[in-house]
């Protein structure tokens, strides 16, 4: 852990269960290497995860198993080790690849800017060789100027206990990548003649294993799981699937049918997926039982669609399914990126000694973020916040609320010198803001981790105040705004409880039409008693159920928020209006708001071309909190106290 992370106080419910192959995945860790340092809940850092990753490897070579770790990408855009280099995740690559994965894949966010999707091809997939997948990606070679795959197609290999598995790795069917690089979308990739032949390999395929920045729901619009799981049960119809998704920055298990499930693990490095397989049929190469190990908990639990994901629409029951008896049998489980998680799981299942956890390699790595994050300047203090904001587990601008916080923040610092003395209207997408702000030291870090997008401030000077006073509830009652950065949870058909998405993500959400029912926000700093009750976390229900939660928390309130937030400033103090204001918002927003301008109600007659910038392009969403923060949260400095986290 790092020097000023928080002790976590809650364990997990038990053992877990071991199968005949066991998976650790890990997706969209966005740079969070170093853990969360206010909360509790996921303290850990990268350090940890390399000492439990050997002390579960020797565990699973004790039983006689095979362990497999899987990471499905997005490695940038969240947090300062990844965001404050040049180019981004320069630091935070060399420190992730500290874990020996035996499969990765790619993300969006390796795509979007030509620089790092060169150095993802140049640097990072050479570091994982044939491991690193990306069937359905491709760049051009910058000394060729020829397409070809940043990774590899496929990965045929056996395992040491003899499993002979054929996997892939399939981003989904994105558009928001430079043009140098190329996404095949998923239903022309399973046509092409070489991923037919992968199906149907000349040595036997005991496993399939489709990893991806994809999410595991087959009804998502824009996934392209559905699609690849057709194309191989048509040609395999009994030959077991195993699907490792992300993207969506959730927690979920889907049954696609006896012989096939999808597992995604969350998101920013607060939880780590477990999945145990058994069952699996193989000739006489395997030397692991198909029923499990003996000595451990073993999986007990077929995979049987439950009714809804069955009924929900007609895509989902026309995929087609396995015609034989299933012998599988499964085991999920996610676990919360903590100190005791870890050292619970990694030997016998029992707490024990630091010293005795700690792998030299996972001193170093942590030694290593350490020394990185006082290079960066991360843990340079700007002030102390005086309460825990959260996104979604306040309603919109209550107190708690982040957002009520942001008005105050952008009406005291968006202030262009020339023109203060006018009236002005900020508004700012609620997307540009990625993740709760937690009490305690307001650092470089966290201006990144609440908003590490360079969005910049523009305006329209001198807007009549009829007009400019109509455009939030225009906005807020309109079209979602999506950014090209990201697609959004309304693309993958989730309930649209959410902003504007600058993020690929959506913390809480509710999936009633793919039978995956409300799970809670991820929980923030926990408090320190005695573990008696459940504190606030992730309460998670699946295919599965309800039981898949390594540790037992309770659901946070989650309460949806609009597209845009509006600040007043420099108003008339007698309460009357003014005339007119200058109209300032997010370069990214510029066309919502002339087209809410020229609306039939609202009668502008505005373009683009009316727009300029109301502060230097350098100022941006990443640094208005900043500026807040050394002016108004200065009590307390240097020891400022750590609150208990959203949900409290």
Same mark, same amino acid.
């Given at each position: 852990?790092?020097?000023?992370?928080?002790?976590?106080?809650?364990?997990?419910?038990?053992?877990?269960?071991?199968?005949?192959?066991?998976?650790?995945?890990?997706?969209?860790?966005?740079?969070?290497?170093?853990?969360?340092?206010?909360?509790?809940?996921?303290?850990?850092?990268? $350090?940890?995860?390399?000492?439990?990753?050997?002390?579960?490897?020797?565990?699973?070579?004790?039983?006689?198993?095979?362990?497999?770790?899987?990471?499905?990408?997005?490695?940038?855009?969240?947090? $300062?080790?990844?965001?404050?280099?040049?180019?981004?995740?320069?630091?935070?690559?060399?420190?992730?690849?500290?874990?020996?994965?035996?499969?990765?894949?790619?993300?969006?966010?390796?795509?979007?800017?030509?620089?790092?999707?060169?150095?993802?091809?140049?640097?990072?997939?050479?570091?994982?060789?044939?491991?690193?997948?990306?069937?359905?990606?491709?760049?051009?070679?910058?000394?060729?100027?020829?397409?070809?795959?940043?990774?590899?197609?496929?990965?045929?290999?056996?395992?040491?206990?003899?499993?002979?598995?054929?996997?892939?790795?399939?981003?989904?069917?994105?558009?928001?990548?430079?043009?140098?690089?190329?996404?095949?979308?998923?239903?022309?990739?399973?046509?092409?003649?070489?991923?037919?032949?992968?199906?149907?390999?000349?040595?036997?395929?005991?496993?399939?294993?489709?990893?991806?920045?994809?999410?595991?729901?087959?009804?998502?619009?824009?996934?392209?799981?559905?699609?690849?799981?057709?194309?191989?049960?048509?040609?395999?119809?009994?030959?077991?699937?195993?699907?490792?998704?992300?993207?969506?920055?959730?927690?979920?298990?889907?049954?696609?049918?006896?012989?096939?499930?999808?597992?995604?693990?969350?998101?920013?490095?607060?939880?780590?997926?477990?999945?145990?397989?058994?069952?699996?049929?193989?000739?006489?190469?395997?030397?692991?039982?198909?029923?499990?190990?003996?000595?451990?908990?073993?999986?007990?639990?077929?995979?049987?669609?439950?009714?809804?994901?069955?009924?929900?629409?007609?895509?989902?029951?026309?995929?087609?399914?396995?015609?034989?008896?299933?012998?599988?049998?499964?085991?999920?489980?996610?676990?919360?990126?903590?100190?005791?998680?870890?050292?619970?799981?990694?030997?016998?299942?029992?707490?024990?000694?630091?010293?005795?956890?700690?792998?030299?390699?996972?001193?170093?790595?942590?030694?290593?973020?350490?020394?990185?994050?006082?290079?960066?300047?991360?843990?340079?203090?700007?002030?102390?916040?005086?309460?825990?904001?959260?996104?979604?587990?306040?309603?919109?601008?209550?107190?708690?609320?982040?957002?009520?916080?942001?008005?105050?923040?952008?009406?005291?610092?968006?202030?262009?010198?020339?023109?203060?003395?006018?009236?002005?209207?900020?508004?700012?997408?609620?997307?540009?803001?990625?993740?709760?702000?937690?009490? $305690?030291?307001?650092?470089?870090?966290?201006?990144?981790?609440?908003?590490?997008?360079?969005?910049?401030?523009?305006?329209?000077?001198?807007?009549?105040?009829?007009?400019?006073?109509?455009?939030?509830?225009?906005?807020?009652?309109?079209?979602?705004?999506?950014?090209?950065?990201?697609?959004?949870?309304?693309?993958?058909?989730?309930?649209?409880?959410?902003?504007?998405?600058?993020?690929?993500?959506?913390?809480?959400?509710?999936?009633?039409?793919?039978?995956?029912?409300?799970?809670?926000?991820?929980?923030?700093?926990?408090?320190?008693?005695?573990?008696?009750?459940?504190?606030?976390?992730?309460?998670?229900?699946?295919?599965?159920?309800?039981?898949?939660?390594?540790?037992?928390?309770?659901?946070?309130?989650?309460?949806?928020?609009?597209?845009?937030?509006?600040?007043?400033?420099?108003?008339?103090?007698? $309460?009357?209006?003014?005339?007119?204001?200058?109209?300032?918002?997010?370069?990214?927003?510029?066309?919502?708001?002339?087209?809410?301008?020229?609306?039939?109600?609202?009668?502008?007659?505005?373009?683009?071309?009316?727009?300029?910038?109301?502060?230097?392009?350098?100022?941006?969403?990443?640094?208005?909190?900043?500026?807040?923060?050394?002016?108004?949260?200065?009590?307390?400095?240097?020891?400022?106290?750590?609150?208990?986290?959203?949900?409290?």
């Amino acid at each position: 852990m790092q020097p000023d992370a928080q002790k976590a106080t809650t364990h997990p419910k038990g053992p877990l269960e071991w199968g005949q192959i066991n998976f650790m995945h890990t997706t969209d860790t966005h740079g969070w290497l170093e853990g969360h340092i206010k909360e509790q809940n996921y303290g850990a850092d990268w $350090g940890d995860f390399v000492s439990f990753t050997k002390e579960m490897r020797k565990k699973a070579k004790k039983l006689g198993v095979d362990l497999l770790l899987v990471d499905t990408g997005d490695l940038h855009d969240g947090a $300062g080790l990844s965001d404050a280099t040049t180019p981004n995740g320069a630091v935070s690559n060399l420190i992730f690849e500290k874990i020996e994965y035996d499969l990765l894949t790619i993300g969006n966010h390796e795509l979007y800017i030509t620089e790092i999707a060169y150095e993802t091809f140049g640097q990072f997939a050479k570091v994982y060789g044939d491991k690193y997948l990306t069937s359905n990606v491709q760049i051009a070679n910058p000394n060729t100027g020829e397409f070809e795959y940043i990774g590899a197609k496929y990965r045929y290999w056996e395992t040491p206990e003899g499993l002979r598995i054929m996997a892939f790795g399939v981003l989904f069917d994105f558009t928001g990548n430079s043009n140098v690089s190329k996404v095949i979308k998923g239903a022309d990739m399973v046509q092409e003649a070489w991923f037919k032949e992968a199906i149907n390999y000349k040595k036997p395929i005991d496993l399939f294993l489709v990893i991806g920045h994809n999410p595991v729901s087959t009804t998502a619009t824009g996934g392209t799981f559905g699609t690849i799981f057709s194309a191989i049960r048509t040609m395999k119809p009994d030959v077991p699937i195993q699907f490792f998704g992300g993207h969506t920055h959730i927690r979920d298990f889907k049954v696609f049918d006896n012989k096939a499930t999808g597992l995604e693990s969350g998101r920013y490095c607060e939880t780590l997926g477990w999945l145990a397989m058994s069952g699996i049929e193989c000739s006489e190469s395997c030397k692991s039982p198909a029923k499990g190990p003996k000595g451990v908990p073993t999986p007990t639990q077929k995979a049987i669609k439950p009714i809804s994901t069955v009924t929900a629409t007609v895509s989902a029951s026309a995929l087609p399914t396995s015609k034989s008896k299933s012998r599988l049998v499964y085991a999920r489980r996610y676990l919360d990126w903590n100190r005791n998680t870890f050292t619970y799981h990694a030997v016998n299942s029992q707490p024990y000694t630091a010293k005795k956890f700690n792998t030299s390699q996972g001193e170093t790595v942590t030694t290593d973020i350490t020394t990185q994050r006082t290079k960066l300047n991360l843990t340079a203090l700007y002030g102390c916040a005086p309460e825990t904001y959260c996104q979604f587990c306040k309603p919109f601008l209550t107190e708690g609320n982040i957002f009520k916080l942001l008005q105050t923040a952008l009406a005291t610092t968006v202030i262009n010198e020339t023109r203060k003395d006018i009236a002005r209207l900020i508004i700012i997408n609620t997307g540009s803001v990625r993740f709760d702000l937690a009490q $305690g030291p307001f650092t470089y870090d966290d201006s990144f981790i609440v908003s590490p997008f360079a969005d910049a401030f523009q305006y329209i000077p001198n807007v009549p105040y009829a007009q400019a006073k109509q455009v939030i509830n225009i906005l807020n009652a309109g079209a979602f705004q999506k950014k090209k950065r990201d697609m959004s949870t309304r693309d993958f058909d989730f309930v649209p409880v959410l902003a504007d998405r600058d993020i690929c993500l959506d913390p809480p959400i509710t999936h009633e039409n793919s039978g995956m029912h409300r799970r809670s926000h991820a929980g923030g700093r926990l408090v320190r008693r005695t573990n008696t009750a459940p504190i606030p976390g992730y309460v998670t229900k699946d295919d599965f159920g309800s039981d898949g939660d390594d540790t037992v928390h309770s659901a946070i309130p989650n309460y949806s928020q609009p597209n845009d937030l509006q600040a007043n400033a420099s108003f008339p103090i007698d $309460g009357s209006v003014p005339d007119t204001v200058d109209l300032i918002f997010l370069d990214f927003i510029a066309s919502y708001i002339v087209n809410a301008l020229n609306t039939p109600a609202v009668g502008g007659t505005y373009s683009l071309s009316d727009v300029a910038y109301y502060m230097p392009p350098s100022f941006t969403t990443n640094s208005y909190l900043p500026l807040y923060a050394k002016m108004a949260w200065q009590d307390n400095i240097p020891n400022c106290p750590v609150g208990e986290g959203a949900g409290f």
